[in-house]
């Protein structure tokens, strides 16, 4: 399959383009520096302009039978105005040029479109959601449902569409397993406020191979769950963390503390999702780190 990536750059976008290829699986990407992008990736890729704002020639979706979408600003940071009009910006907007694009060209049939967790909102508590639960209602989760709203146009014109709701994705090189590292080694872990907030992370080998699997079965389609089957609390999560290190876990960062420092971003580490890969699940997918203890041995081995 002639596949086109968006965010092949990324965190996740190298690992997704090996795989695609290592599947024989034919790769173009889209990115505002294409000399830069096609300097990252393996020899083979080919590349097009796309700066998620401007309309793009459908012309750079030639022959793309598959899209896999991951191009946007990054949601961690502090929520300014500023921040919150380029995070609404480049994943609605991006996504509305792209599907626009792919309406166009008229040869894909398969689109993958990332979206977040962020989609049930906070303050659920402990309560256990799925792809049936209904949207939240503070900022991250309107986001969410605007770029959700824009990859459906795709849907609504004939092409299988799949919304990966991703979690927590783990990996030591980005992200946030990369942040709390160097603060876990020297023996100074916390947990978060009171700890109980539910963390619905995934390593970062199993999205990819969620990503793949989304984009390779045609009886896959709507809102996916992409996170471990065994999601656990913050306080967990940090326990388990400092074993695997074998380092003391014996700190509290308060709430008030990330709220100084993070402004209304805190609340996406306060609150928390307790989130189930139900569909994936039910779809055959197989996790090969469902289990936090081995998932952070695996990816701290070397």
């Known amino acids: 399959m002639r ?10 976008g190298p690992g997704l383009v090996q795989g695609l290829l290592e599947a024989g699986h034919t790769v173009h990407v889209l990115s505002r520096n294409v000399e830069h992008a096609l300097g990252r990736l393996p020899s083979g890729v080919t590349g097009s302009y796309f700066d998620g704002s401007t309309p793009m020639s459908p012309d750079a979706l030639a022959g793309a039978e598959g899209v896999v979408h991951l191009a946007g600003e990054p949601v961690d940071q502090r929520w300014t105005h500023e921040a919150k009009h380029r995070i609404h910006h480049s ?42 639960d209904a949207p939240g209602d503070d900022f991250l989760a309107h986001v969410c449902q ?10 609504a014109a004939g092409i299988r569409t799949v ?11 980005g992200g946030v397993l990369h942040r709390m590292l160097p603060v876990f080694r020297m023996g100074a872990g916390a947990k978060v406020g009171n700890g109980q907030q539910y963390v619905s992370w995934v390593h970062r080998e199993d999205l990819l191979r969620l990503m793949r699997f989304a984009l390779e079965h045609p009886t896959l389609s709507g809102p996916v769950n992409a996170t471990s089957p065994e999601p656990v609390t913050n306080s967990a999560f940090a326990h388990t963390l400092g074993a695997v290190l074998e380092r003391p876990v014996a700190l509290t960062v308060p709430g008030l503390v990330l709220k100084a420092r993070f402004g209304e971003m805190a609340r996406v580490a306060l609150e928390g999702q307790r989130v189930m890969p139900r569909r994936a699940l039910e779809a055959g997918f197989q996790f090969r780190h469902p289990e936090l203890t081995e998932a952070l041995r695996d990816l701290l081995s070397s």
């Not at 596949?3 to 996740?12: D, E």
């Open 3 to 12: 596949v086109t990536c968006t965010g092949a750059t990324g965190f996740l």
């Open 91 to 132: 994943r609605v907007e991006g996504t509305r040029v792209l599907v626009e694009a792919m309406r166009q060209a008229g040869t894909v049939r398969h689109f993958v479109c990332a979206s977040a967790v962020g989609f049930y909102g906070g303050a659920r508590a402990a309560r256990t959601l799925t792809e049936e």
């Open 146 to 155: 605007g770029w959700e709203a824009e990859a459906l146009r795709a849907e």
């Open 163 to 173: 919304r990966l709701r991703i979690g927590v994705v783990l990996h030591p090189a």
